[in-house]
């Protein structure tokens, strides 16, 4: 059986964005809206700090918004951290958790990112869980059972009866202009969906598969149109509105 998946493209900031970035947003939102309607989900992700910002400008142009962490408890004394509720009380519909800069800088295990993901649920949030390989691991032909372990431990349960996505991000091609070669990329995604269908079944067909690092205007339609490549994460390309929408238009 095959699914049919409306492709989703997401923008991370990252720590980028302040106000003036919204005016970003809305030269996104006039490219958006003139011209044929995207045949993406666009979903932005910026700080927190202007995040309801976001929610409310996108809401006019069809642009959804999410954060880029949360905590995996509801409340309580965690200073400098955010609920997903808080998230989707400023209007996010999606949360990134597990990113490779938040694993590697903040020690988070497949354990937290799990937690994270319940949490984004729990509010009703999508969480955009994030895997992917090191160089090193590539290099020693382990990516596959890498990434694999990473599903393993970060997907909650939960997912078989609520929508989450997987974001492969290699994690040397973010930010390096390196990518994967068409076929590792393609291999890697046909693994991630044959682990998501073993454990979810049909529910696990449905399950976007987003790829992530170094997706660029020159890049984005080759890449998006492999096989169970079902949008994109973007990072520095996410940043200039003329080259989001570019990449959105690849789709
Ligand atoms: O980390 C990324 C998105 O989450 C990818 O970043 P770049 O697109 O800048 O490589």
Same mark, same amino acid.
């Given at each position: ?35 044929? $309607? ?9 700080? $927190? ?15 959804? $918004? ?24 400023? #209007? ?43 160089? $090193? ?94 949008? #994109?994460?973007?990072? #520095? ?15």
């Amino acid at each position: 059986m095959t699914t049919t998946i409306t492709p989703l493209i997401a923008g991370n900031w990252k720590m980028n964005g302040v106000r003036a970035s919204l005016d970003e947003l809305t030269a996104l939102a006039g490219i958006l809206t003139t011209g044929d $309607a995207p045949r993406a989900i666009v979903v932005v992700c910026p700080p $927190a700090t202007i995040l309801a910002a976001v929610a409310r400008q996108g809401a006019t142009s069809g642009i959804l $918004a999410g954060g880029q962490d949360c905590h995996p408890a509801a409340h309580g004394a965690y200073t400098g951290d955010i609920a997903a509720g808080m998230l989707a009380d400023a #209007g996010a519909q999606y949360v990134i958790v597990g990113h490779s800069e938040r694993r590697a800088a903040h020690g988070e295990t497949d354990d937290l990112v799990r937690s994270k993901a319940e949490a984004a649920i729990g509010a009703g949030l999508k969480p955009i869980i994030c895997v992917g390989e090191t160089e $090193a691991e590539r290099d020693s032909g382990r990516a596959e059972s890498v990434v694999a372990a990473q599903l393993a431990g970060s997907i909650p349960d939960a997912a078989g009866q609520h929508d989450v996505i997987i974001a492969y991000e290699p994690v040397w091609a973010i930010g390096t202009g390196r990518t994967p070669s068409n076929d590792d990329i393609a291999q890697m995604h046909n693994s991630i969906r044959r682990q998501l269908v073993d454990r979810f079944g049909d529910k696990g067909q449905g399950i976007h598969i987003l790829y992530g690092g170094s997706l660029k205007p020159q890049n984005a339609r080759e890449i998006l149109a492999l096989d169970n490549v079902n949008g #994109g994460l973007v990072g #520095g390309a996410s940043l200039l509105a003329k080259d989001f929408a570019t990449i959105i238009s690849a789709v």
